[in-house]
């Protein structure tokens, strides 16, 4: 079989930043793009790879886009959530404005090669919010393409032993929690507050 080798990082890079200039669309992530910067460098936290801005009427959007052309694993995640930060430093006058009618958000999107059974990550990231992780491929059939990593995956063949006592155990105590609940306030409101009026 024939295969087919993931470009350099500088490479995937070139692309993902032409893709952006030329279409006003991030290949990884289909988002729309306002403007973007390259290689910003973020003063005691690093330098990203690409910062893209989305501007409308109604939201304002900033990306922090870290790509690799290695396996994706934990370390990376640490490493976007740092520029994720400094972004949230800079925008914080930003974040201080509420408003109903406009919409400020904050990302930090990273993406590469995954491979599912070897890193843990998902677990980690279904831990943490404001980070995406896209799975990026490169083939002869389909060239390039990249989808999301969904925080709920779970690899197969792992079981908590004895599920079944686990989880019996877990609803009985979560019923006697609910009771003695009851039973302290059961005197001062009729019903309680998940319950149906």
Same mark, same amino acid.
């Given at each position: 079989?024939?295969?087919?080798?993931?470009?350099?990082?500088?490479?995937?890079?070139?692309?993902? *930043?032409?893709?952006?200039?030329?279409?006003?669309?991030?290949?990884?992530?289909?988002?729309?793009?306002?403007?973007?910067?390259?290689?910003?460098?973020?003063? +005691?936290?690093?330098?990203?790879?690409?910062?893209?801005?989305?501007?409308?009427?109604?939201?304002?959007?900033?990306?922090?886009?870290?790509?690799?052309?290695?396996?994706?694993?934990?370390?990376?995640?640490?490493?976007?959530?740092?520029?994720?930060?400094?972004?949230?430093?800079?925008?914080?006058?930003?974040?201080?404005?509420?408003?109903?009618?406009?919409?400020?958000?904050?990302?930090?999107?990273?993406? +590469?090669?995954?491979?599912?059974?070897?890193?843990?990550?998902?677990?980690?990231?279904?831990?943490?919010?404001?980070?995406?992780?896209?799975?990026?491929?490169?083939?002869?059939?389909? +060239?390039?393409?990249?989808?999301?990593?969904?925080?709920?995956?779970?690899?197969?063949?792992?079981?908590?032993?004895?599920?079944?006592?686990?989880?019996?155990?877990?609803?009985?105590?979560?019923?006697?929690?609910?009771?003695?609940?009851?039973?302290?306030?059961? +005197?001062?409101?009729?019903?309680?507050? *998940?319950?149906?009026?």
């Amino acid at each position: 079989m024939f295969k087919f080798e993931f470009p350099s990082e500088k490479r995937f890079e070139d692309y993902v *930043w032409h893709h952006i200039q030329k279409y006003k669309e991030c290949p990884i992530t289909e988002e729309p793009v306002s403007f973007a910067y390259r290689q910003p460098a973020l003063t +005691g936290y690093g330098i990203a790879d690409i910062i893209k801005v989305y501007v409308s009427p109604c939201e304002l959007n900033v990306s922090v886009l870290e790509l690799k052309n290695e396996p994706l694993k934990e370390a990376h995640l640490s490493q976007v959530a740092k520029y994720l930060s400094c972004i949230k430093d800079l925008m914080r006058p930003a974040l201080n404005i509420n408003s109903q009618y406009f919409y400020v958000s904050l990302v930090a999107q990273l993406a +590469g090669p995954f491979q599912k059974d070897r890193s843990d990550f998902p677990f980690l990231l279904s831990c943490l919010k404001d980070i995406e992780v896209y799975d990026v491929c490169v083939s002869m059939e389909r +060239g390039f393409h990249s989808k999301p990593i969904e925080d709920g995956w779970r690899s197969t063949g792992r079981k908590i032993s004895d599920r079944k006592r686990f989880r019996k155990d877990v609803v009985s105590e979560y019923r006697n929690a609910l009771s003695r609940i009851q039973n302290n306030i059961a +005197g001062n409101l009729e019903k309680m507050p *998940w319950e149906e009026a």
